[in-house]
């Protein structure tokens, strides 16, 4: 289809060049014929004027065209900016979301008591279980943002370097594989933070309350992980959001 318009303006700008050299020969015949009516100085204004008046009439045409077949291409070619920028800072939101996981699971593993006790097998039991937990938070919290924050900089970087079609496109589908495990990690990290938490909370009591204080707090994140899942699902089964 850019095909057929370009040569639709080349035959534009043919008959453009034979309009005004028409226009210049009659103009120059007819000045030809009188010589003595008109001074040589008006002999080149009547000639220049007949040119300019043709292709005045012609070339807005052809720039409107060419505008419209440019602006075509364009809208085919490259992709939306806004759309693209809105794209990395879901990246970026991913990757805050998951170092303030790592950073409250670290500052969590630092302030509970790990060490094992001979005569409470059961809480040295829990203490393994919470470092595995607080372990599985932060090197998944890690896997995901390091990916999306190395998305989000090569992106930028292709896109200041003029990248704007083909290269971007590509990109983001050769990397759907690691951006779909980047979100799996995310969400292995929040849940590992709220089960080390609870965790915490029975390891930071001594007294008969701890049970009933690891309780109450598991009860708690077990109706967070029901809603904020509810939300995840809603937006993938309506809004067909995919990372």
């Known amino acids: 289809q ?12 043919r008959s453009t060049m034979i309009v005004g ?20 100085a008006a002999t080149a204004a009547v000639s220049t004027a007949a040119t300019s008046a043709a292709a005045g009439v012609l ?7 060419a505008l419209l077949v440019v602006g075509g291409a364009a809208k085919q070619q490259f992709p939306d900016m ?15 979301i998951t170092s303030l996981l790592m950073n409250a ?3 969590l593993f630092s302030s509970t008591p790990k ?21 599985i938070s932060i090197i998944s919290g890690s896997y995901t943002t390091i990916v ?21 496109v590509q990109f983001f589908h050769e990397t759907t594989s690691i951006r779909e495990l980047a979100y799996d990690t995310c969400l292995l990290s929040l849940i590992a933070f709220q089960a080390s938490f609870v965790l915490s909370l029975y390891l930071n009591h001594d007294d008969g309350w701890n ?12 109706a967070c992980w029901w809603k904020w899942s509810t939300v995840m699902l809603l937006a993938k089964s309506i809004l067909k959001l995919s990372v």
């Not at 210049?24 to 009188?34: F, G, K, R, V, W």
């Not at 070339?59 to 065209?65: A, E, F, I, T, V």
């Not at 003029?162 to 290269?167: A, H, I, P, T, V």
């Not at 049970?211 to 077990?222: D, E, H, P, V, Y």
Request: proline residues 3%; aromatic residues 10%.
């Open 21 to 40: 050299s028409f226009v210049q020969s009659i103009a120059n015949t007819a000045l030809q014929a009188s010589p003595a009516i008109l001074p040589t």
């Open 105 to 107: 699971s670290l500052r």
């Open 59 to 65: 070339l807005p045409q052809l720039l409107s065209s």
């Open 148 to 168: 999306f924050s190395l998305l989000g900089l090569y992106t930028k970087r292709a896109l200041g370097r003029g990248y704007l079609d083909q290269e971007v």
């Open 2 to 13: 850019h095909q057929h318009h370009c040569s639709l303006l080349l035959e534009d700008c």
């Open 82 to 96: 806004g759309r693209i920028k809105l794209r990395l800072d879901g990246f970026h939101t991913y990757s805050v």
């Open 211 to 222: 049970w009933k204080i690891a309780l109450f707090g598991g009860m708690a994140t077990i």
């Open 115 to 135: 060490n094992f006790n001979e005569n409470d097998r059961l809480k040295n039991v829990i203490k393994v279980l919470f470092s595995t937990v607080v372990a």
